[in-house]
Protein backbone atom coordinates (compact mmCIF):
# COMPACT_ATOMS: atom_id res chain seq x y z
CA UNK A 1 0.00 0.00 0.00
CA UNK A 2 1.08 3.79 -0.45
CA UNK A 3 1.96 5.93 2.03
CA UNK A 4 -1.20 8.12 2.11
CA UNK A 5 -3.26 4.63 2.40
CA UNK A 6 -0.32 3.79 5.48
CA UNK A 7 -1.54 7.19 6.99
CA UNK A 8 -5.25 6.41 6.80
CA UNK A 9 -4.50 2.91 8.10
CA UNK A 10 -2.44 3.94 10.88
CA UNK A 11 -3.91 7.49 11.58
CA UNK A 12 -0.41 8.68 12.18
CA UNK A 13 1.00 11.35 9.75
CA UNK A 14 3.28 11.06 6.80
CA UNK A 15 5.99 13.00 8.94
CA UNK A 16 5.82 10.20 11.52
CA UNK A 17 6.44 7.45 8.98
CA UNK A 18 9.07 9.23 7.32
CA UNK A 19 10.81 9.63 10.83
CA UNK A 20 10.59 6.02 11.88
CA UNK A 21 11.33 4.49 8.64
CA UNK A 22 14.46 6.76 8.84
CA UNK A 23 15.57 5.47 11.98
CA UNK A 24 15.23 1.94 10.74
CA UNK A 25 12.02 1.04 12.40
CA UNK A 26 10.57 -0.01 9.26
CA UNK A 27 11.59 -0.99 6.19
CA UNK A 28 9.08 -1.09 3.99
CA UNK A 29 9.53 -2.85 0.28
CA UNK A 30 9.93 -0.89 -3.19
CA UNK A 31 7.54 -1.58 -5.90
CA UNK A 32 9.08 -3.15 -8.83
CA UNK A 33 6.92 -1.52 -11.34
CA UNK A 34 7.55 2.15 -9.92
CA UNK A 35 9.60 2.09 -6.95
CA UNK A 36 7.65 3.40 -4.68
CA UNK A 37 7.36 2.52 -1.18
CA UNK A 38 5.07 -0.44 -0.58
CA UNK A 39 4.03 -0.77 2.86
CA UNK A 40 3.15 -4.31 3.78
CA UNK A 41 0.83 -5.32 6.52
CA UNK A 42 3.26 -6.12 8.67
CA UNK A 43 4.60 -2.65 8.72
CA UNK A 44 1.52 -1.01 9.42
CA UNK A 45 1.26 -3.27 12.62
CA UNK A 46 4.91 -2.26 13.48
CA UNK A 47 4.07 1.57 12.79
CA UNK A 48 1.03 1.13 15.67
CA UNK A 49 3.45 -0.82 17.83
CA UNK A 50 5.86 1.80 17.69
CA UNK A 51 3.46 4.84 18.29
CA UNK A 52 2.12 3.14 21.05
CA UNK A 53 5.48 2.72 22.97
CA UNK A 54 6.41 6.68 22.18
CA UNK A 55 3.54 7.60 23.43
CA UNK A 56 4.27 6.48 26.63
CA UNK A 57 7.77 8.27 26.35
CA UNK A 58 10.26 5.48 25.36
CA UNK A 59 13.21 6.39 23.11
CA UNK A 60 13.48 5.41 19.97
CA UNK A 61 16.85 3.83 20.64
CA UNK A 62 14.71 1.47 23.41
CA UNK A 63 12.52 0.68 20.89
CA UNK A 64 15.19 -0.37 18.04
CA UNK A 65 16.85 -2.79 20.42
CA UNK A 66 13.32 -3.86 21.66
CA UNK A 67 11.97 -4.53 17.90
CA UNK A 68 15.52 -6.13 17.77
CA UNK A 69 15.58 -8.33 20.32
CA UNK A 70 18.86 -6.97 22.43
CA UNK A 71 15.68 -6.49 25.24
CA UNK A 72 13.24 -7.02 26.46
CA UNK A 73 10.02 -5.04 26.12
CA UNK A 74 8.77 -5.96 30.01
CA UNK A 75 11.92 -4.28 31.66
CA UNK A 76 12.40 -1.55 29.09
CA UNK A 77 8.38 -0.56 30.24
CA UNK A 78 9.62 -1.62 33.85
CA UNK A 79 12.44 1.08 33.65
CA UNK A 80 9.88 3.89 31.96
CA UNK A 81 8.35 3.93 35.13
CA UNK A 82 10.91 5.79 37.32
CA UNK A 83 11.40 7.78 34.01
CA UNK A 84 7.74 8.80 34.14
CA UNK A 85 7.77 9.92 37.72
CA UNK A 86 10.62 12.20 37.23
CA UNK A 87 8.84 14.31 34.77
CA UNK A 88 5.17 14.01 36.31
CA UNK A 89 7.24 15.62 39.32
CA UNK A 90 9.40 18.23 37.28
CA UNK A 91 6.02 19.02 35.66
CA UNK A 92 4.12 19.64 39.43
CA UNK A 93 7.18 21.82 39.48
CA UNK A 94 6.56 23.83 36.86
CA UNK A 95 2.66 23.95 37.54
CA UNK A 96 3.42 25.28 40.93
CA UNK A 97 5.82 28.02 39.64
CA UNK A 98 3.12 29.16 36.92
CA UNK A 99 0.34 29.11 40.13
CA UNK A 100 3.63 31.39 42.13
CA UNK A 101 3.59 33.79 39.26
CA UNK A 102 0.36 33.53 37.94
CA UNK A 103 -1.08 34.90 42.35
CA UNK A 104 1.41 37.80 41.82
CA UNK A 105 -1.49 39.09 39.25
CA UNK A 106 -1.07 40.58 35.42
CA UNK A 107 3.26 40.14 35.35
CA UNK A 108 5.06 41.74 32.49
CA UNK A 109 8.44 40.46 30.98
CA UNK A 110 10.03 43.30 31.68
CA UNK A 111 9.37 43.10 35.47
CA UNK A 112 9.99 39.49 35.88
CA UNK A 113 12.34 39.23 38.72
CA UNK A 114 13.83 36.04 39.11
CA UNK A 115 15.02 35.90 42.60
CA UNK A 116 11.43 36.62 44.13
CA UNK A 117 10.66 33.28 42.75
CA UNK A 118 13.13 30.33 42.20
CA UNK A 119 15.41 31.00 44.75
CA UNK A 120 19.02 29.89 43.94
CA UNK A 121 19.20 29.72 40.43
CA UNK A 122 21.79 27.22 39.50
CA UNK A 123 19.94 24.93 41.94
CA UNK A 124 16.97 25.54 40.09
CA UNK A 125 18.56 25.54 36.87
CA UNK A 126 19.90 21.71 37.83
CA UNK A 127 16.47 20.75 39.27
CA UNK A 128 15.29 21.74 35.28
CA UNK A 129 17.90 20.44 33.51
CA UNK A 130 15.54 18.23 31.20
CA UNK A 131 14.08 20.85 29.85
CA UNK A 132 16.78 23.07 29.25
CA UNK A 133 18.59 20.09 27.89
CA UNK A 134 16.50 20.39 24.61
CA UNK A 135 17.92 23.41 24.39
CA UNK A 136 21.95 22.29 24.03
CA UNK A 137 20.66 19.92 20.98
CA UNK A 138 18.57 22.20 18.46
CA UNK A 139 21.51 23.04 16.99
CA UNK A 140 22.12 19.86 16.20
CA UNK A 141 19.25 19.10 14.71
CA UNK A 142 18.95 22.13 12.80
CA UNK A 143 23.16 21.60 11.36
CA UNK A 144 22.33 17.90 10.95
CA UNK A 145 19.27 18.69 8.77
CA UNK A 146 19.03 17.59 4.89
CA UNK A 147 18.63 20.74 3.49
CA UNK A 148 22.12 21.95 4.80
CA UNK A 149 23.91 18.77 3.20
CA UNK A 150 22.36 20.02 -0.06
CA UNK A 151 23.25 23.70 0.66
CA UNK A 152 26.73 22.18 1.28
CA UNK A 153 27.21 20.22 -2.07
CA UNK A 154 25.63 22.50 -4.05
CA UNK A 155 28.03 25.23 -2.91
CA UNK A 156 30.51 22.99 -2.95
CA UNK A 157 29.81 21.83 -6.73
CA UNK A 158 29.10 25.28 -7.73
CA UNK A 159 32.68 26.41 -6.32
CA UNK A 160 34.69 23.85 -8.45
CA UNK A 161 32.50 24.86 -11.83
CA UNK A 162 33.72 28.38 -10.69
CA UNK A 163 36.80 27.93 -10.11
CA UNK A 164 38.07 25.61 -12.75
CA UNK A 165 38.32 27.98 -15.62
CA UNK A 166 41.38 29.54 -13.83
CA UNK A 167 42.86 26.85 -12.41
CA UNK A 168 46.12 25.66 -13.81
CA UNK A 169 46.34 22.08 -15.29
CA UNK A 170 48.00 20.30 -12.08
CA UNK A 171 46.42 21.66 -8.86
CA UNK A 172 47.78 20.45 -5.28
CA UNK A 173 45.87 17.46 -3.49
CA UNK A 174 48.59 16.93 -0.63
CA UNK A 175 50.29 19.70 1.37
CA UNK A 176 52.73 19.20 4.01
CA UNK A 177 55.12 22.61 5.67
CA UNK A 178 52.47 24.91 3.52
CA UNK A 179 54.01 23.25 0.68
CA UNK A 180 51.99 21.08 -1.84
CA UNK A 181 53.81 17.71 -2.17
CA UNK A 182 51.42 15.85 -4.46
CA UNK A 183 49.67 17.13 -7.52
CA UNK A 184 46.32 16.04 -9.51
CA UNK A 185 44.64 17.14 -13.00
CA UNK A 186 42.74 20.38 -12.47
CA UNK A 187 39.63 18.50 -13.53
CA UNK A 188 39.84 16.28 -9.76
CA UNK A 189 37.74 19.77 -8.47
CA UNK A 190 34.78 17.95 -9.38
CA UNK A 191 36.08 14.89 -6.63
CA UNK A 192 34.86 17.34 -3.39
CA UNK A 193 31.36 17.49 -4.22
CA UNK A 194 31.28 13.96 -5.23
CA UNK A 195 32.61 13.45 -1.75
CA UNK A 196 29.87 14.86 -0.50
CA UNK A 197 27.29 12.73 -2.11
CA UNK A 198 29.63 9.52 -1.19
CA UNK A 199 29.77 10.66 2.59
CA UNK A 200 26.05 10.98 2.48
CA UNK A 201 25.13 8.11 0.51
CA UNK A 202 27.36 5.14 1.63
CA UNK A 203 29.25 6.71 4.82
CA UNK A 204 25.89 7.51 6.62
CA UNK A 205 24.88 4.03 6.86
CA UNK A 206 28.24 3.50 8.41
CA UNK A 207 28.12 6.06 10.49
CA UNK A 208 24.93 5.83 11.65
CA UNK A 209 24.88 1.78 13.10
CA UNK A 210 28.04 2.97 15.45
CA UNK A 211 26.31 6.30 16.31
CA UNK A 212 22.96 4.55 17.78
CA UNK A 213 24.57 2.58 20.25
CA UNK A 214 25.82 5.81 22.12
CA UNK A 215 23.17 7.79 21.79
CA UNK A 216 19.26 8.60 21.79
CA UNK A 217 19.40 10.95 18.91
CA UNK A 218 20.91 8.60 16.45
CA UNK A 219 19.52 10.18 13.06
CA UNK A 220 20.24 13.53 14.18
CA UNK A 221 23.42 12.80 15.21
CA UNK A 222 25.01 10.71 12.39
CA UNK A 223 23.31 13.67 10.01
CA UNK A 224 25.30 15.85 12.11
CA UNK A 225 28.24 13.89 11.25
CA UNK A 226 27.26 13.22 7.73
CA UNK A 227 27.46 17.60 7.45
CA UNK A 228 30.39 18.57 9.50
CA UNK A 229 32.03 16.19 7.11
CA UNK A 230 30.95 17.85 3.90
CA UNK A 231 31.49 21.01 5.43
CA UNK A 232 35.19 19.68 5.73
CA UNK A 233 35.14 18.75 2.46
CA UNK A 234 34.16 22.33 1.38
CA UNK A 235 36.43 23.72 3.44
CA UNK A 236 39.68 21.67 1.88
CA UNK A 237 38.35 22.71 -1.46
CA UNK A 238 38.13 26.54 -0.92
CA UNK A 239 41.66 26.39 0.76
CA UNK A 240 43.04 24.24 -2.44
CA UNK A 241 41.70 27.20 -4.74
CA UNK A 242 42.84 29.70 -2.24
CA UNK A 243 46.08 28.28 -2.45
CA UNK A 244 47.07 27.80 -6.08
CA UNK A 245 45.75 32.28 -6.17
CA UNK A 246 48.18 32.47 -4.13
CA UNK A 247 45.76 33.93 -1.45
CA UNK A 248 47.16 31.93 1.65
CA UNK A 249 49.41 29.14 2.66
CA UNK A 250 48.17 28.10 5.54
CA UNK A 251 44.74 26.36 5.94
CA UNK A 252 44.33 28.50 9.57
CA UNK A 253 42.96 31.12 7.71
CA UNK A 254 39.61 28.90 6.47
CA UNK A 255 39.36 27.03 9.80
CA UNK A 256 39.18 30.77 11.69
CA UNK A 257 35.97 31.33 8.89
CA UNK A 258 34.51 28.00 9.42
CA UNK A 259 34.20 29.20 13.32
CA UNK A 260 32.82 32.69 11.98
CA UNK A 261 30.33 30.61 9.85
CA UNK A 262 29.16 27.84 12.63
CA UNK A 263 29.13 30.69 15.30
CA UNK A 264 26.63 32.57 13.19
CA UNK A 265 24.97 29.29 12.69
CA UNK A 266 24.79 28.15 15.74
CA UNK A 267 23.11 31.91 16.41
CA UNK A 268 20.11 31.15 13.87
CA UNK A 269 19.98 28.22 15.48
CA UNK A 270 19.02 29.37 18.84
CA UNK A 271 16.83 31.98 17.17
CA UNK A 272 15.03 28.55 15.52
CA UNK A 273 14.66 26.51 18.64
CA UNK A 274 11.01 26.27 19.27
CA UNK A 275 10.27 25.17 15.47
CA UNK A 276 13.18 22.79 15.98
CA UNK A 277 11.80 21.08 18.66
CA UNK A 278 8.29 20.76 17.29
CA UNK A 279 9.87 19.75 13.82
CA UNK A 280 11.14 17.31 16.18
Known amino acids: ?40 ERDIEELQKIACLRTLGISIEDIRRVAGGQANLYEVIQGQIPR ?25 YKDLEI ?6 PKEYWRENREFLGLDSISFIFIWGGKTVWMIITAVCLLT ?10 QIPIQWSGGEAVSFADRWTILAYPAVCGIIRLMLRPVIGTWVRRYTLYGSAVTDYV ?8 LSAEVFMILFVRGFVRQITVVLLAEILILAGFLWAAGRELPAARQGR
Do not use: H, W
Request: glycine share 6%; with cysteine.
Open 84 to 108: LEQQMSELQNARRMCEKLLAQGPIE
Open 160 to 169: ALGALPFLPE
Open 1 to 40: MTIKEAEERTGLSRSNIRFYEKEGLIRPQRNTGNRYRDYS
Open 226 to 233: VNSLCFAT
Open 115 to 120: DRYIGD
